[in-house]
Nanobody, 127 residues
Framework: TVQVAESGGDLVQAGGSLRLSCAHS????????MGWFRQSPGKEREGVAF???????TYADAVKGRFAIQKDSAKNALYLQMNTLQPTDTAMYYC?????????????????????WGQGTQVTVSA
């Protein structure tokens, strides 16, 4: 079992920046992928970005060039730097972990019963 907990959500103005953090328990299996997902009211949860065990990154088209995913394996932490935020980025943001061989099969869907999910952190961007 991997425990995951997000933090850093806040209310920001359009054009602003925010950094989300995800603290997770030690990944005993060394080929995990970790990703950020978001869910807006009335919409399904969707993939935002993910990073593989060897550092390769993938982004949703909507956030390319504005968001950056990073990990610090020594600190068991995952981050999402969000710049030039827009009201359309308003959502509950979730962190998830899963073995890469399985993660890449269900990405960018936000649904997986096999992944380890956090409780989410709210990001609200005002116009």
């Amino acid at each position: 079992t991997v425990q995951v907990a997000e933090s850093g959500g806040d209310l920001v103005q359009a054009g602003g920046s925010l950094r989300l953090s995800c603290a997770h328990s030690e990944l005993v299996y060394n080929k995990f992928c970790m990703g950020w997902f978001r869910q807006s009211p009335g919409k399904e949860r969707e993939g935002v970005a993910f990073i593989t065990y060897d550092g390769s990154t993938t982004y949703a088209d909507a956030v390319k060039g504005r968001f950056a995913i990073q990990k610090d394996s020594a600190k068991n932490a995952l981050y999402l730097q969000m710049n030039t935020l827009q009201p359309t980025d308003t959502a509950m943001y979730y962190c998830a972990a899963d073995a890469c061989w399985r993660f890449t099969r269900w990405w960018p869907s936000g649904f997986s019963n096999d992944a380890y999910w956090g409780q989410g952190t709210q990001v609200t961007v005002s116009a």
